[in-house]
């Protein structure tokens, strides 16, 4: 009832919000891009801002679904309004798998950043018109291109102890069988931590390898993957 009352409180404040929109459409191949709780917020928390791991969450989480192209990418193609009552079916599902981490955030604030800045770009894929297809199919891909799977799969599991660069690097490679992207951070105080990976996927929903990865392990220092701690 709470959700389903603060649903309909967000509709009506966010009609009078307003994006930016784009001319450009054009794009080659999305990022799916997952993170590992733990470590954003360790980042998030060192950079001053506030960070927390909502108790339903036990794992990988989505960041987003990025069209891009090669050597840039389209952001609010379109001035469209993200909707809450468009995806109330998915609710449970998005706050599991693709939640907001800041706090003092909207719980819908993360959904409202990404569809408004990425999914009015994927829209002009078939499959991904509407609010509700973005949504579904992002879940859809995390789900298929699991990262906690293929780590889990390859002996890695969260632990205090840290990981080789190497070692994270080739688990998560060999499971995909492309050039995917595992990402680190640096957190002063704690270290290397494993944050995030992203795969590539082109418009007839195949994984292609990515042209460029960011963020990566370096492997001068041992890379943490540390336990939830739930």
């Known amino acids: 009832m709470l959700l389903r009352l603060w649903v309909l409180f967000s509709f009506f404040i966010c009609v009078t919000c307003r994006t930016a929109p784009s001319n450009s459409t054009d794009w080659d191949f999305q990022m799916l891009v ?65 939640p907001n981490l800041y706090i003092n955030k909207p719980f819908d604030s993360l959904w409202k950043h990404e569809y408004e800045k990425h999914g009015t770009c994927s829209a002009s894929l078939h499959g991904f018109e509407t609010e509700h297809d973005y949504f579904e199919q992002g879940l859809a891909l995390s789900d298929k291109y699991d990262v906690q799977r293929v780590l889990e799969q390859n002996d890695i599991f969260p632990r205090e102890a840290g990981y080789k660069a190497s070692v994270i690097r080739n688990a998560i490679q060999s499971g995909y069988n492309k050039t995917v992207c595992p990402g680190c951070g640096y957190v002063k105080g704690i270290g290397q931590v494993l944050s995030q990976s992203y795969v590539c996927i082109d418009k007839k929903m195949e994984l292609i390898d990515c042209p460029d990865c960011q963020k990566v392990c370096v492997d001068d220092y041992p890379v943490l993957y540390q336990p939830l701690h739930f």
């Open 34 to 98: 997952q993170r590992w709780p733990l470590s954003t917020c360790q980042i998030v928390n060192a950079s001053g801002h506030a960070c927390f791991i909502p108790h339903q969450v036990k794992g990988w989480t989505i960041h987003g679904l990025w069209p891009s192209g090669y050597g840039s990418y389209p952001q609010y193609c379109h001035d469209w309004i993200f909707n809450m009552l468009e995806v109330v079916d998915l609710a449970v599902q998005l706050l599991t798998f693709w």
